[in-house]
Nanobody
Framework: QVQLVESGGGLVQAGGALRLSCAAS????????MGWFRQTPGKERELVAA????????YYVDSVKGRFTISRDNAKNMVYLQMNSLKPEDTAVYYC????????????????????WGQGTQVTVSS
């Protein structure tokens, strides 16, 4: 079992930066694959970035490559999403998600693969 709490969202101008944080509870956090998703009204939740529990493997959706960076600190039970060069189309509710018993090297890209979700944090990018 793991509980996730996101923070760091807010209002920023286009071109600005935000850092989202996800605090996870649970003794086995280091064995969870982690991901950041986002959702806007009327649209399906989409993966933004994912990270394996070991090996440091990452995955990014094309629209954020070169601008966003996912990272994790297993000692602190934290996952981060550094978002730079933000665009108005990045406006969404951002969710942290965890995939239990993820393999050391794998990243997980589908919503259905994640069993645990945070409550979400709003990111608004003004033009």
């Amino acid at each position: 079992q793991v509980q996730l709490v996101e923070s760091g969202g807010g209002l920023v101008q286009a071109g600005g930066a935000l850092r989202l944080s996800c605090a996870a509870s649970g003794r086995t956090f280091s064995s969870y694959g982690m991901g950041w998703f986002r959702q806007t009204p009327g649209k399906e939740r989409e993966l933004v970035a994912a990270i394996s529990w070991g090996a440091g493997r990452t995955y990014y959706v094309d629209s954020v490559k070169g601008r966003f960076t996912i990272s994790r600190d297993n000692a602190k039970n934290m996952v981060y999403l550094q978002m730079n060069s933000l665009k108005p189309e990045d406006t969404a509710v951002y969710y942290c998600a965890a995939k239990e018993n993820g393999s050391y090297y794998s990243v997980w890209t589908r919503v259905i693969e994640y069993g645990y979700w945070g409550q979400g944090t709003q990111v608004t990018v003004s033009s």
